[in-house]
């Protein structure tokens, strides 16, 4: 049972402008939404996260917006810079399980000089 | 404070032979958890480890071990590699009930 979907599964994104990241869930239990951020041959890296009782969280050019009633919530970048080239995954995970994270395939984000 | 540690960085096994891999976790963690992930893919979730006794576990089978120690660090040991066990495997440390995961750089593990 497919839990969270996210899309696209790529971007490519000029330097300067806004990189944008979906994700979708079923799981109404989930009451934690971080993206993570990897670099090739480097562990996940937590990036940013939101609680469900917050619509929004913005944390320099990284932004969270978050609809509940959708269960849906997304990622921002703001001004993007080829330092910005990753994969993200939003990950979001519940109490019950422990907060495991179950990790999808991930949006390949590449920003272009 | 220190991050999470993990060693080695990378290691190549024979099939069939068994391997151990290590996780310091960050200082003040008591919970680890581990990942493999295979190229392409997202991490998959192994074990989870608090307090010494396995407190949760993905779709791995049993030949995939783990121990926590006091000092909350940890192992992963796998048994009978098989060519698809080359992965890199993740260590993530993190507090009990706290959602808030922090991965070490892997172990890049290769089977041949």
């Known amino acids: 049972q497919q839990q969270v979907k996210q899309s696209p599964q790529s971007l490519i994104v000029q330097k300067g402008g806004i990189s944008i990241i979906n994700c979708a869930y079923e799981n109404t239990a989930f009451d934690y939404f971080p993206w993570y951020q990897q670099f090739p041959g480097k562990g996940p890296a937590l990036l940013i996260a939101i609680r469900p009782d917050v619509s929004e969280k913005k944390e320099g050019r990284f932004t969270i917006s978050f609809n509940k009633s959708a269960k849906q919530f997304s990622l921002h970048i703001m001004d993007s810079q080829p330092g910005d080239s990753a994969t993200y995954f939003c990950?979001?995970?519940?109490?019950?399980?422990?907060?495991?994270?179950?990790f999808g395939k991930g949006t390949s984000l590449l920003v272009t000089p | 404070e220190t991050g999470v540690t993990q060693s080695p960085t990378h290691l190549i096994k024979t099939r069939g032979q068994q391997v151990t891999l290590r996780c310091s976790s960050q200082s003040g963690h008591n919970t680890v958890s581990w990942y493999q992930q295979a190229l392409g893919q997202g991490p998959q979730f192994i074990f989870q480890y608090y307090r010494e006794e396995e407190n949760g576990r993905g779709n791995f089978p049993p030949r995939f071990s783990g121990l926590q120690f006091p000092n909350y660090s940890s192992e992963l040991n796998v048994n009978a590699l098989e060519l698809d066990d080359s992965a890199l495997y993740l260590c993530a440390s993190s507090l009990k009930n706290s959602p808030e995961a922090f991965f070490g750089q892997g172990t890049r593990l290769t089977v041949v």
């Open positions: 990950v979001p995970s519940s109490p019950n399980s422990g907060y495991a994270l179950n």
